[in-house]
């Protein structure tokens, strides 16, 4: 079985030392609402910091901070069998609780110390080996669930990954109207290649189960174009005229060259290929933040754009025109919220067992944050000027120029009618 690999969300996780009360601790750490939810402290719910000393992993503060897979997956290896396995649905009351629990008992299934854990509740035997042994996940497990509500899971797993993206500079940038032509060229070119990238694994692994039940095709795809019914690769539909009306025809082939795309776009691809290695259902999830982000705040963007890029307003006639903004014109869709609902409807009864569930929302999580990592190489780039000039930036920068110049221009013209007025009544003489 293949090895899953979890990357730590990197939010901030406040360290014990930080914490006044145990109160707060409970407020932050949604986890030990009811007490702490991986060892039974003679029955009763945590009273005080004095408690945590009774468990050897918090003597030197809380041991799941600032670490990766591996060390944690060591503290499991003296983790004694009393030790039950969270229900995620149950024990985790907000995002940041979902986090540490998603992550944490994913470690605990892969591992010989999770099937310890489960024969502790009656469920199945099994003899310990070693904790980097991978063993046979169990039969539960591998049921498909009746009603996984992935759509809902994923939504409340997402939560602080989602407001992480909300307070990166670029998005706050964005949202205001702040950023240039240039920064949007350099996010469309990125998204092209995120794209291409996703809409080719998601035709690759559309008979999968879970992704059969949310791939919409014709409706969604944003570089592929479906002619005759058939999808038809290369054709860069609707990033095609976007990238064209900002960077011009001459530039093209250029900004989408293979060997422009920059580390987090690799990243943000290397991501999506190595989910589909693990399982291609994990594929859903990037389809389920991009898409129902794009059918969403990606509409609040591009009014945002029209005002600030585009220079247009409500009242012009060009308003309700496409031009640069087909990427977020989804033609094929008649009434968006109503599609939403339907492809959450779908989602929430996609054929997934609970392993695959808790994955795909893990690997939800993990989408924010390459979309984070975007986001930052965008600012990154246009604060140490390094961004390719777009057509519209240039004749902004020729029309300013002669802005600028109007006035001595006016008053050269000026000079010149009124000399020649004198030259011409001095000879009339």
């Known amino acids: 079985m293949a090895e899953t690999t979890i990357k ?21 750490c949604p986890a030990f609402a009811t007490g702490c939810p991986y060892a039974k ?23 799941f901070s600032n670490k990766n897979k591996e060390e944690i997956r060591s503290l499991f290896s003296d983790m004694p069998k009393e030790h039950p396995n969270i229900d995620i649905q149950k024990s985790a009351e907000s995002p940041e609780g979902a986090i540490l629990v998603q992550m944490l008992n994913q470690i605990v299934s892969d591992s010989a110390m999770g099937q310890v854990a489960a024969s502790s509740n009656d469920e199945k035997t099994v003899e310990p080996t070693s904790p980097s042994t991978p063993v ?8 498909i669930l009746e009603d996984p509500q992935l759509a809902a899971a994923m939504r409340e797993g997402t939560k602080v990954a989602h407001k992480a993206a909300e307070n990166s500079l670029f998005t706050k940038r964005f949202l205001k109207g702040e950023i240039n032509r240039d920064e949007y060229g350099r996010y469309i070119t990125s998204l092209y290649f995120i794209y291409n990238s996703m809409e080719s694994l998601l035709e690759k692994h559309k008979d999968n189960a879970a992704i059969k039940t949310i791939h919409f095709p014709v409706e969604l795809c944003r570089v592929n174009a479906l002619l005759q019914g058939k999808l ?11 990238l064209e009306f900002f ?46 982000g794009d059918l969403s705040g990606g509409q609040i963007m591009a009014k945002r754009l029209k005002k600030h890029i585009l220079n247009l307003s409500e009242g012009d006639g060009h308003w309700d025109s496409n031009d640069g903004l087909q990427f977020y014109n989804f033609s094929n869709i008649g009434n968006h919220n109503a599609f939403k609902e339907e492809y959450r409807e779908r989602l929430n009864k996609a054929p997934v067992d609970k392993s695959t569930r808790d994955l795909i929302v893990t690997e939800a999580i993990r989408s924010f944050e390459v979309n984070i990592g975007l986001f930052d190489e965008v600012q990154e780039l246009s604060e140490q000027n390094k961004l390719v000039p777009t057509a ?7 029309s300013n120029t002669l802005l600028r110049l109007s006035p001595v221009i006016a008053l050269s013209v000026a000079a010149a009618a009124i000399g020649t007025a004198y030259y011409v009544r001095f000879y009339q003489r």
Not at 9 to 21: K, M, N, R, V, Y
Not at 136 to 143: A, F, G, I
Not at 281 to 292: C, D, F, I, M, Q
Request: charged fraction near 25%; aromatic fraction near 8%; charge should be negative.
């Open 247 to 292: 960077y011009g025809k001459d530039k093209l082939a250029q900004v989408t060259d293979p060997s422009t795309m920059t580390p987090a776009i690799k990243e943000y691809v290397e991501v999506m290929e190595l989910a589909c290695e693990v399982n291609p259902a994990l594929l859903v999830a990037h389809s389920y933040t991009r898409y129902l």
């Open 41 to 63: 402290v003679e029955s009763q719910v945590i009273s005080g910091f004095s408690d945590l000393s009774k468990c050897p992993a918090f003597k030197e503060g809380c041991p």
């Open 8 to 28: 730590v969300p990197s939010f901030p996780h406040p360290g014990l030392d930080q914490l006044a009360d145990t109160e707060e601790l409970r407020s932050q």
């Open 136 to 143: 046979p996940r169990k039969d539960l497990d591998s049921e």
């Open 392 to 398: 519209g930036n240039e004749k902004n920068t020729t």
């Open 232 to 242: 038809t690769k290369h054709i860069h539909f609707f990033f095609r005229q976007d």
